[in-house]
């Protein structure tokens, strides 16, 4: 038998299914400021509902009521833990960006960058970096031809994936030496950026970030996470060397060859040392030579003085992230 809960739900997504069948010949239009949603087009009518920003709309009508532009849309609101409910009501019609709006992919993308920088203000706004998130997502769904749409559709996959992330990493489960002891990252809007824009700077970023999915939560004086991730890092910059974060994957591999070199004594095992230690080395100077712009040629440079010097790089108790 269907579990009572199990009906509702059901129910709930066959609603929500029907009414988006329904709406599905309209416009698609997104708020890029908060709104209340009104029963009927009057600021002192009942409220059904608040339109946030980024949220995915269906534009029923517009009309223009005692010189007040009004916008008639159908939503589906997520209220908690609660099914996801559809709305229909009236909204400030000047806040609701459509593609047929002039410049409409500009006026979502400054609206995303300003919700953006609200989430790193320490002051800003809650939930801002959620807003910026789906706001950025609707311009590369609305405007698909836009100049910005991928970089667009990087940006909604980054503040996600960043948003998990602090969460996945948070947890006990991220202190145990092997990734699979940890819930993954939601992989999915980084690999549609990787599908959509292969080859440019934005699939490159994505999948740098995907190897955040590989790293050990801890190493725990053991050196196979780092001889494994420091060839993850060297293979991302040679697959990707034209990426923003190539000479930063070089250091991240120079750098677990330099902590090798002091695992390796702890180990008494002083070949395997002197060899992490040349390979270190020459991972740094690769990123002289090739990326001198930037703060990791001087960073690359000091690593190599300290290995040069003999100086100790890692500790058990460092780190590994």
């Known amino acids: 038998m269907v579990r009572t809960g199990q009906l509702?739900?059901?129910?709930?997504?066959?609603?929500?299914?029907?009414?988006?069948?329904l709406a599905a010949d309209k416009e698609h239009g997104t708020p890029v400021q908060e709104s209340p949603i009104y029963v009927s087009p009057d600021l002192r009518a009942s409220r059904v509902g608040t339109a946030t920003r980024g949220l995915d709309t269906f534009l029923m009508e517009r009309s223009t009521i005692e010189g007040k532009p009004w916008a008639h849309v159908m939503v589906t609101i997520q209220e908690g833990l609660v099914y996801p409910k559809q709305v229909t009501g009236w909204v400030d019609g000047?806040?609701?960006?459509?593609?047929?709006?002039?410049?409409?992919?500009?006026?979502?993308?400054?609206?995303?960058?300003?919700?953006?920088?609200?989430s790193e203000d320490r002051n800003g706004r809650k939930h801002a970096g959620e807003d910026a998130?789906?706001?950025?997502?609707?311009?590369?769904?609305?405007?698909?031809?836009?100049?910005?749409?991928?970089?667009?559709?990087?940006?909604?996959?980054d503040l996600r994936w960043q948003l998990e992330k602090a969460g996945v990493f948070s947890r006990p489960s991220a202190r145990e030496m092997s990734p699979d002891a940890r819930?993954?990252?939601?992989?999915?809007?980084?690999?549609?950026?990787?599908?959509?824009?292969?080859?440019?700077?934005?699939?490159?970023?994505a999948a740098y970030a995907l190897l955040d999915n590989k790293i050990c939560g801890q190493w725990k004086g053991e050196t196979k996470c780092p001889e494994k991730e420091s060839e993850m890092y060297e293979r991302y910059a040679h697959e990707h060397p034209q990426s923003p974060k190539a000479s930063e994957a070089l250091?991240?591999?120079?750098?677990?060859?330099?902590?090798?070199?002091?695992?390796?004594k702890e180990l008494h095992q002083g070949?395997?040392?002197?060899?992490?230690?040349?390979?270190?080395?020459?991972?740094?100077?690769?990123?002289?030579?090739?990326?001198p712009d930037g703060d990791w040629k001087p960073r690359?440079?000091?690593?190599?003085?300290?290995?040069?010097?003999?100086?100790?790089?890692?500790?058990?108790?460092?780190?590994?992230?």
């Open 8 to 21: 509702i739900g059901m129910l709930g997504i066959l609603v929500v299914g029907a009414a988006a069948c």
């Open 94 to 118: 000047r806040y609701v960006i459509t593609p047929s709006i002039p410049n409409g992919d500009q006026i979502i993308f400054g609206e995303a960058q300003d919700s953006e920088r609200a």
């Open 133 to 157: 998130a789906r706001l950025y997502y609707r311009l590369h769904e609305y405007f698909p031809t836009s100049p910005l749409a991928a970089e667009a559709l990087w940006h909604a996959a």
């Open 183 to 205: 819930s993954e990252i939601d992989e999915g809007l980084m690999k549609e950026v990787e599908k959509k824009y292969p080859h440019t700077r934005w699939s490159d970023l």
């Open 251 to 264: 250091y991240n591999a120079a750098w677990r060859q330099a902590a090798l070199v002091d695992m390796f």
């Open 271 to 291: 070949d395997k040392a002197e060899k992490a230690k040349r390979k270190a080395i020459e991972i740094a100077q690769e990123i002289s030579g090739k990326y």
């Open 300 to 321: 690359a440079a000091q690593l190599t003085y300290v290995l040069q010097q003999g100086l100790t790089t890692y500790t058990a108790e460092k780190s590994s992230r």
